[in-house]
């Protein structure tokens, strides 16, 4: 099993910068394409990044590209989500999540290994 923990929710103005973090543990390796999603309430789960085990890739969803960048540091077992400008809308939980394979990277069904979530708040 892989455990997935994540950090760094909380509230901040329109316009500011927050930092996720997500911690793995378990039978986690550094080939798994880690991805974060959001779900905002009375909406469906989003997709919002995500980078391939070298982090050699990366892919955003339209919403926050330019704004937020997804990185990893393998010796650390943990992945980042840098949110920057923040608006209104990315108020959410983020939860991060694993899988094995680079294919069907946005869709949260695809992925065996999800965190329990952290709250984002963005205030005008």
């Known amino acids: 099993q892989v455990q997935l923990v994540e950090s760094g929710g909380g509230l901040v103005q329109a316009g500011g910068s927050l930092r996720l973090s997500c911690e793995a543990s378990?039978?986690?390796?550094?080939?798994?394409?880690m991805a974060w999603f959001r779900q905002a309430p009375g909406k469906e789960r989003e997709f919002v990044a995500a980078?391939?085990?070298?982090?050699?890739?990366?892919a955003y969803a339209d919403s926050v590209k330019g704004r937020f960048t997804i990185s990893r540091d393998n010796a650390k077992k943990t992945v980042y989500l840098q949110m920057d400008s923040l608006k209104r809308e990315d108020t959410a939980g983020y939860f991060c999540?694993?899988?094995?394979?680079?294919?069907?990277?946005?869709?949260?069904?695809?992925?065996?290994?999800r965190g329990q979530g952290t709250q984002v708040t963005v205030s005008s």
């Open positions: 378990g039978r986690t390796s550094s080939s798994y394409v």
């Open positions: 999540a694993a899988r094995t394979t680079w294919t069907m990277i946005t869709q949260v069904v695809g992925y065996p290994y």
């Open positions: 980078i391939s085990g070298s982090g050699g890739a990366t």
